[in-house]
């Protein structure tokens, strides 16, 4: 079981950054690759961005590339999602994900957080 508790969701004005935290309860969590996911209200859930266990390897969504930006600590289990030039179209609450598999980590990942707001005003 990996348990995610994601953090650092909030009101932001069009243009403004966050940067949102998933710290995972698993010791190898070198093992997992990592993932956000996002989902605004009447929409389905879509994929953010995703990581590699070792870090080596990014996947972004073509709406967030150049904006987000996906990285990991693996000494202290946690990644994090920076987010700049954000848009109210970013508006959604976002979920941490993890999965042994990267093949998975970016449609059915196994472990999911329970999620954080983050909402952009314009």
């Known amino acids: 079981q990996v348990q995610l508790v994601e953090s650092g969701g909030g009101l932001v004005q069009a243009g403004g950054s966050l940067r949102l935290s998933c710290a995972a309860s698993?010791?190898?969590?070198?093992?997992?690759?990592m993932g956000w996911f996002r989902q605004a209200p009447g929409k389905e859930r879509e994929f953010v961005t995703a990581?590699?266990?070792?870090?080596?390897?990014?996947y972004y969504a073509d709406s967030v590339k150049g904006r987000f930006t996906i990285s990991r600590d693996n000494a202290k289990n946690t990644v994090y999602l920076q987010m700049i030039s954000l848009r109210p179209e970013d508006t959604a609450a976002y979920y941490c994900?993890?999965?042994?598999?990267?093949?998975?980590?970016?449609?059915?990942?196994?472990?999911w957080g329970q999620g954080t707001q983050v909402t952009v005003s314009s």
């Open positions: 990581i590699t266990g070792n870090g080596a390897a990014t």
């Open positions: 994900a993890a999965d042994q598999f990267t093949t998975r980590i970016r449609t059915t990942p196994e472990y």
């Open positions: 698993r010791r190898t969590f070198n093992f997992y690759a």
